[in-house]
């Protein structure tokens, strides 16, 4: 259990059955009134933003959450699926709760899981990945300065804007949270 | 400081750190500065005008609106604070009631979770006027109708700036807040504080008629420099204990 002063952004919560974090805490004391802790909080699951406020005297269930870093090993119809590297437990996530992360998904990177009651709820692709390129026009030899970009299609599907020098087959590493070309890969 | 003003000190003035424990948040720390004046034979209204002119001086106030608690709560929850019944103040709220619930508690939720957001982005600097009676302070009764207190507090952008009475002139009515304030302090899990007795020594000798009003610099000075958290404008500032 949590009291008003307890709940701080960042702390994950279980507010009406379902699991949240809370992105943003603020104390008000109206007029010489009792204290309240006003908070933003985020679906863990759906991602929606919703606000609550609680009194000093209330209580909040902390969520009972672990996040586990785990390698991807397939996708299917249905599923993609993970293991734990240390058990070689492994865990199935649907289509819906992968989502967006689906372009960043690659075998044998290590992706952290978060799980809720046991259950798999979300994940997070690391920073950066590096991936192939599949498909892209033809590169233009010398052409490193100029900051033109063209579309690639990359191993996993993601479409990624890359500066023209850059070959079908390269290598390259790309920011998950901008969906953006940071460089060829070395190697 | 009222020791002094009842012992004859006239107008005075101090600026000091202040402290509220276990007090965090954007617009709370648990230690930070207060100005405090007192004006004897000044009323309220005239202190009220004093403390727009000073903040005027560092916050760009395009204009003042000068409103009372029901007014405000009125215009801005669509609900009287002070006369509509606590069902409506619940429904407003959409919270389940109970009918031995405190006007004082929904009054608060309204203020929180339905005033406030309305009144944060107000250009003007809201001076509101006239509290309910169950938030007294230090402040003398005004028998109304309706019955209210006099006592203000000025808020820009939705932070509380200040708060001002005109104070207070009865010692046993004072002595009587005391210990209901510490009674409340005590069911709500804190300690009493101890009651000062020179104080009410010195309001019984008698305390000139007088306005006081206290200014929280921190809150001014985040404004003034418009930043988002008081401890941005704070040389030190504590870390907030882990739970």
């Given at each position: 259990?949590l009291?008003h002063n ?5 702390t994950?919560v279980e507010?009406?059955d379902?699991p949240?974090i809370i992105?943003?805490a603020?104390f008000v004391k109206?007029?010489k009134?009792?204290a309240?802790?006003?908070i933003k909080?985020k679906n863990l699951i759906d ?7 609680y ?8 969520a009972?959450i672990?996040?586990k870093d785990?390698?991807f090993l397939?996708?299917?119809?249905e599923f ?5 590297p240390a058990?070689y437990e ?5 289509h ?8 960043w998904?690659?075998e044998?990177?290590?992706y952290?899981?978060?799980?809720w009651k046991?259950?798999p709820?979300?994940l997070t692709p690391?920073?950066?990945?590096v991936l ?9 030899k010398?052409?490193?300065?100029s900051g ?9 599907g ?9 070959n079908?087959?390269d ?11 940071v460089?060829?890969a070395?190697? | 400081m ?16 202040a402290?509220?424990k ?5 617009y ?9 004046w007192?004006?004897?034979?000044w ?7 004093e403390v727009v002119?000073?903040v005027k001086v ?14 405000v709560?009125?215009q ?5 604070p002070?006369?509509s ?6 429904k407003?709220l ?8 405190q ?6 939720w309204?203020?929180?979770e339905?005033?406030?957001?309305a ?6 600097l ?5 509290f309910?009676?169950w938030?007294?302070?230090m402040a ?6 309706p019955?209210v207190v ?5 808020f820009f952008k ?8 005109q104070?207070?002139?009865n010692?046993?009515e004072q002595e009587q ?7 409340q302090?005590?069911?709500?899990g804190g300690?009493?504080?101890p009651?000062?007795?020179h104080f009410?020594?010195a309001m019984?000798s008698?305390?000139p008629?007088c306005?006081g009003?206290a ?6 000075l985040m404004?003034?420099f418009d930043k988002?958290?008081i401890?941005e404008v704070?040389a030190?500032?504590e870390h907030?204990p882990?739970?």
């Amino acid at each position: 259990m949590l009291t008003h002063n307890q709940l701080r952004q960042g702390t994950r919560v279980e507010i009406d059955d379902l699991p949240w974090i809370i992105v943003d805490a603020q104390f008000v004391k109206p007029g010489k009134g009792q204290a309240f802790t006003k908070i933003k909080i985020k679906n863990l699951i759906d991602g929606r933003v919703i606000e609550r406020t609680y009194k000093s005297s209330e209580t909040v269930v902390k969520a009972s959450i672990v996040d586990k870093d785990m390698q991807f090993l397939y996708g299917d119809d249905e599923f993609w699926h993970f293991m734990d590297p240390a058990s070689y437990e492994q865990v199935a996530m649907t289509h819906s709760q992968v989502g967006e992360v689906k372009y960043w998904l690659k075998e044998q990177e290590s992706y952290q899981i978060v799980f809720w009651k046991e259950k798999p709820i979300a994940l997070t692709p690391p920073p950066f990945v590096v991936l192939t390129i599949t498909q892209c026009e033809p590169g233009i030899k010398g052409d490193t300065v100029s900051g033109a970009t063209k579309p690639a299609i990359l191993q996993t599907g993601a479409t990624v804007k890359v500066p023209l020098f850059v070959n079908e087959g390269d290598r390259i590493r790309v920011n998950t949270r901008s969906g953006e070309y940071v460089e060829r890969a070395k190697g | 400081m009222k020791r002094l003003i009842a012992a004859g000190m006239g107008a005075i003035y101090q600026i000091g750190p202040a402290f509220r424990k276990g007090e965090w948040g954007r617009y709370h720390h648990p230690e930070f500065t207060m100005l405090e004046w007192y004006r004897p034979q000044w009323t309220m209204a005239q202190l009220m005008m004093e403390v727009v002119d000073l903040v005027k001086v560092f916050l760009p106030v395009p204009s003042v609106r000068v409103m009372t608690f029901q007014e405000v709560f009125v215009q801005w929850t669509g609900v009287d604070p002070l006369t509509s019944p606590l069902e409506v103040l619940a429904k407003t709220l959409e919270r389940p009631f109970s009918p031995d619930s405190q006007r004082s508690h929904w009054v608060d939720w309204l203020f929180v979770e339905r005033l406030e957001p309305a009144i944060a982005p107000l250009d003007c600097l809201l001076v509101i006027t006239g509290f309910p009676p169950w938030e007294p302070g230090m402040a003398e009764l005004d028998c109304g109708p309706p019955e209210v207190v006099r006592r203000f507090e000025v808020f820009f952008k939705g932070v509380e700036l200040a708060n001002g009475y005109q104070e207070l002139q009865n010692p046993e009515e004072q002595e009587q807040r005391l210990n209901t304030a510490n009674a409340q302090r005590v069911e709500d899990g804190g300690d009493a504080l101890p009651i000062d007795e020179h104080f009410l020594a010195a309001m019984r000798s008698g305390l000139p008629p007088c306005a006081g009003v206290a200014l929280g610099l921190d809150r001014l000075l985040m404004l003034a420099f418009d930043k988002k958290n008081i401890s941005e404008v704070m040389a030190f500032r504590e870390h907030i204990p882990l739970p």
